[in-house]
């Protein structure tokens, strides 16, 4: 007799085959995961210099972990490719060079992208690099947390970024060592892309033949620096060139400074140039500059110098900030005679070595719309 079988059993039987091969594929590419990515491993200290174990680390794994309490060296920079982390927590790195930085090969913010480091404590234990500690260029999406950076000397930079967007610098603590007297070195570069700003690009180790199609005077854009300390000969900047051509005339976007205390020992504390878009709010900037003669004196220093009209869109806030300066407190001006479009200078405390009377110098023809209001005023003097 032949056996059948009804349709509610056929159909079971398809459903049973069906699961156990799905079980099965699953099963197969977990095992081809497992086979083919690693768990990252944390780099080991070796005493002398580690720069080849974090940059193995970083290429073969795209993370490299730095052991809580020891101490690293770096004999070489690190240089830094796409998608890459790096996680120093409790961790030292003592590098008498640049200490990281790419090498770009495609301009337009593409030249690297996806950069974490997090954390630790990043020193000379000499006078400081006088250069550039950190440098980014043509970059997207970089995060830089919870790091403190005593490397580069006050004549150079602690962090530079060159035509980068999307950057984020939060609960970091950045002091320029040594000494230097220069008065135009920031702790924290924005810079633009041109001969003139980033010569570098002409010169080992980068790609020379490439560096005049990278000198596309692009700025950087949506930065944001919030809950830092940041001390340098100046501490903020925001450049301009007027020695490169077309150069004068590029724009910054969307820079954000909330809770962060600047202070500029040379310089500005901060100084924002051709910048399109900018809050700064609930900070406390000073320059230390001595006198009250010149533009360096100046706390929170805004000018444009660019013939760009799209600055005649642009929306500057000025909020809530404690600002020391000498010749003023803030200064607001157009240097071009392109006007800024909206602009508000309010609630601020500021403390003005020059008199209360000159803590704000806010030029009304500078804007298509200027508001000061709300801000009271001191004078103070040099200590």
């Not at 794994?61 to 409790?90: C, D, F, H, P, Q």
């Not at 996806?114 to 970059?139: C, D, L, P, Q, R």
């Not at 970091?172 to 008065?183: A, F, L, R, T």
């Amino acid at each position: 007799m032949m056996n059948t079988v009804s349709k509610g059993d056929y159909r079971m039987k398809i459903k049973n085959v069906l699961l156990c091969g799905g079980i099965m594929l699953m099963a197969a590419l977990c095992v081809g995961k497992t086979d083919s990515t690693k768990a990252a491993v944390i780099v080991e200290a070796n005493g002398t210099d580690d720069s080849a174990n974090i940059q193995a680390e970083l290429d073969s794994m795209g993370v490299a972990v730095l052991k809580k309490g020891e101490t690293y060296r770096l004999k070489n920079s690190i240089i830094l490719k796409n998608n890459v982390t790096v996680k120093a927590e409790g961790a030292t790195i003592i590098c008498e060079k640049p200490i990281a930085f790419n090498i770009p090969e495609t301009a337009d913010y593409n030249a690297l992208s996806n950069v974490t480091i997090i954390g630790g404590t990043w020193k000379s234990e000499g006078s400081g690099y006088k250069g550039s500690s950190f440098k980014f260029t043509h970059a997207n999406n970089i995060t830089l947390k919870n790091m403190t950076i005593r490397a580069a000397n006050l004549g150079g930079h602690s962090l530079e970024f060159v035509a980068c967007q999307n950057v984020t610098i939060v609960g970091c603590d950045i002091v320029g060592v040594g000494k230097s007297n220069s008065k135009t070195e920031e702790a924290i570069q924005l810079d633009v892309a041109s001969s003139a700003t980033a010569p570098y690009l002409n010169g080992v180790p980068f790609k020379t033949e490439l560096a005049k199609s990278l000198w596309n005077n692009a700025g950087c854009k949506n930065v944001t620096i919030k809950d830092c300390k940041i001390v340098g000969n100046r501490g903020v900047v925001a450049n301009y060139t007027d020695k490169a051509g077309k150069a004068i005339s590029a724009i910054h976007d969307n820079i954000v400074l909330k809770n962060n205390e600047i202070t500029g020992l040379k310089g500005e504390g901060v100084a924002l140039f051709n910048t399109k878009i900018a809050t700064v709010s609930n900070n406390k900037i000073k320059s230390l500059r001595k006198g009250k003669a010149d533009a360096y004196t100046v706390g929170l220093h805004v000018a444009n110098f660019s013939k760009n009209k799209d600055m005649n869109n642009s929306v500057i806030t000025l909020s809530k900030n404690t600002v020391y300066g000498g010749r003023q407190a803030i200064m607001f001006y157009s240097h071009s005679g392109v006007k800024y479009g909206v602009v508000t200078i309010s609630n601020n405390k500021l403390f003005c070595k020059a008199g209360k009377k000159n803590a704000i110098y806010a030029n009304h023809k500078s804007a298509n719309l200027l508001t000061v209001s709300s801000n009271t005023a001191k004078t103070y003097k040099d200590k």
